[in-house]
């Protein structure tokens, strides 16, 4: 079972930008999505963004898309999110998680990294 290691969280005033990455213990097959997800305290765990390794299948949550981007680097077998003009109701965990087919339904994923902590206040 491959494993996710999330990194780059933090503390940051509105307006300001994080980049978060998300690292598997091992390569995953070239079909695998990858995907970004969150959860504010109190609230269900929700979408934010997927990619695939190609980096050619990319969604976004319609209310974040502009502000937030993803990407991969599958020479470095990494998934980045970058979050820009960050708002205090984007704090939230931040979750990374992979799955074998293309979805927004947090149901479709098995694989899930620990999760990292985004503090987004003055």
């Known amino acids: 079972q491959v494993q996710l290691a999330e990194s780059g969280g933090g503390l940051v005033q509105p307006g300001g930008s994080l980049r978060l990455a998300c690292a598997p213990s091992?390569?995953?097959?070239?079909?695998?999505?990858m995907a970004w997800f969150r959860q504010a305290p109190g609230k269900e765990r929700e979408f934010v963004a997927y990619?695939?390794?190609?980096?050619?299948?990319?969604a976004y949550a319609h209310s974040l898309e502009g502000r937030f981007t993803i990407s991969a680097d599958s020479a470095k077998n990494t998934v980045y999110l970058q979050m820009n003009t960050l708002k205090p109701e984007d704090t939230a965990v931040y979750y990374c998680?992979?799955?074998?087919?293309?979805?927004?339904?947090?149901?479709?994923?098995?694989?899930w990294g620990q999760g990292t902590q985004v503090t987004v206040s003055s």
């Open positions: 091992r390569r995953t097959l070239s079909t695998t999505v």
């Open positions: 990619i695939n390794w190609t980096g050619r299948n990319v």
């Open positions: 998680a992979a799955t074998a087919g293309y979805s927004r339904d947090v149901n479709q994923y098995r694989t």
